[in-house]
């Protein structure tokens, strides 16, 4: 495996006062590898890894949003930010706008949800990759039935596996199902509480002491849902419009099958999209004072032929530095508009251009990741750790809330 020379510390300070005699500037440092080959492909060679600096021209600014903003489909109030006084986002269709922040943020602490719910049902949640669907508003769902729901898909499953429906999970005597009330995830009157569900099987020839090994997890939630549509529905309808999954893609489908089947709902994939992603690395990046990401990485597929791959890891205070360039720490203005989104993306991708004359807007942003979680533009999340689940959940919950068909 080759690799070009290293561009040492010395040579980019030497760059960076080049530059610093022509235009006002900041420095961000970044770790880039750029990959060159076709995805999965086993001889996929490493062109150059380097250090070197951003150079970025000039401060960002935050723009006002009016007092009065047009009403649209499902425009709401919502949230939760990364502190704990409540945010607000407004969406056109598909797309998120604004964030309201807290004016005081530099006293603002991340939220603390052990607080209101138990420790160990948080843990499920957490260090899991995780599916993302939609599931439409389910009928006659009642959280006080959830032993009697635990017995009924158990029951279903074995039924299935005995006409003969594939499980990849090898030989079983059996499945366990157990649902699970979340209790204190909900942030509104309106959201319904978190639902999880964990199924178990013992293989045919485990010892007798041998505990049932967990071979599936799921959970359905709505955190921070548009209140006037969850108004709206009919009082034997419950919405829980996120569904997440972990295991098999055949238990997955017997599941979903089940709950089509009980509660005369609908399920469908969960893709994400670009400007979400933009989102979530705004977003966690203003996370950085008070919570350390440790890192920023970022990754682009580029159209070329064969695929181009680029990744970013960028050191987390010179991130965060860029971030508050933009939405200075001590501003009094209390909203974080999809503009201030955009210049931080924006920054990103002129001063890497600037450097290997590569325009990555061209490209598809596949991937972000922090401590704080990961996400996949193909609709895969990893929650990192607890601090700023609300923020993530809110954000997901309405992406699955404008997914659902009309």
Request: charged share 20%; aromatic share 10%.
């Amino acid at each position: 495996m080759t690799r070009c020379r290293i561009l040492h510390s010395a040579d980019v300070c030497d760059f960076g006062r080049k530059y610093s005699q022509r235009a006002s500037i900041d420095y961000v440092s970044c770790l880039v590898a750029w990959h060159y080959g076709k995805a999965g492909s086993s001889n996929r060679l490493p062109v150059f890894r380097l250090w070197f600096l951003f150079i970025m021209e000039g401060r960002g600014s935050a723009v006002n949003t009016p007092a009065r903003r047009p009403v649209t489909r499902r425009s709401k109030s919502y949230g939760r930010s990364c502190v704990e006084a409540p945010s607000y986002f407004w969406q056109t269709p598909g797309h998120l706008t604004v964030l309201r922040v807290p004016t005081s943020r530099g006293a603002a602490k991340s939220q603390i949800i052990t607080d209101k719910v138990d420790p160990e049902h948080i843990a499920l949640l957490v260090k899991n990759e995780w599916k993302l669907c939609y599931v439409t508003p389910l009928h006659g769902f009642r959280h006080t039935q959830l032993k009697s729901y635990s017995k009924h898909l158990s029951a279903f499953m074995v039924a299935e596996k005995q006409r003969g429906v594939a499980v990849e999970v090898g030989l079983e005597v059996g499945f366990t199902v157990t649902f699970t009330a979340l209790l204190g995830m909900a942030e509104t009157e309106e959201d319904a509480e978190t639902v999880f569900i964990q199924i178990q099987s013992k293989p045919v020839f485990a010892a007798a002491g041998d505990a049932p090994k967990v071979v599936w997890r799921g959970w359905l939630t709505c955190v921070n849902g548009d209140p006037e549509y969850l108004r709206s529905l009919p009082p034997d309808f419950v919405s829980l419009p996120l569904f997440c999954t972990s295991g098999p893609e055949s238990l997955t489908a017997l599941v979903k099958s089940w709950f089509e089947r009980a509660f005369d709902c609908n399920f469908g994939s969960l893709g994400l999209n670009s400007t979400t992603l933009n989102w979530l690395a705004a977003l966690w990046t203003g996370c950085h004072p008070t919570s350390n990401i440790r890192y920023l990485k970022l990754a682009w597929r580029m159209p070329t032929q064969p695929p181009l791959d680029v990744s970013y890891t960028v050191n987390p205070q010179d991130a965060w530095g860029l971030w508050n360039s933009i939405h200075p720490e001590e501003s009094t203005e209390d909203r974080i508009e999809i503009k201030d989104v955009q210049s931080f993306m924006n920054g990103l991708e002129t001063h890497f251009f600037r450097h290997f004359k590569m325009y990555l807007s061209a490209g598809t942003l596949l991937k972000v990741s922090t401590a704080l979680g990961s996400v996949h533009l193909d609709g895969k999340i990893k929650i990192g750790n607890s601090e700023y689940i609300t923020t993530l959940l809110t954000l997901l919950t309405e992406c699955a809330l404008l997914k659902m068909p009309t």
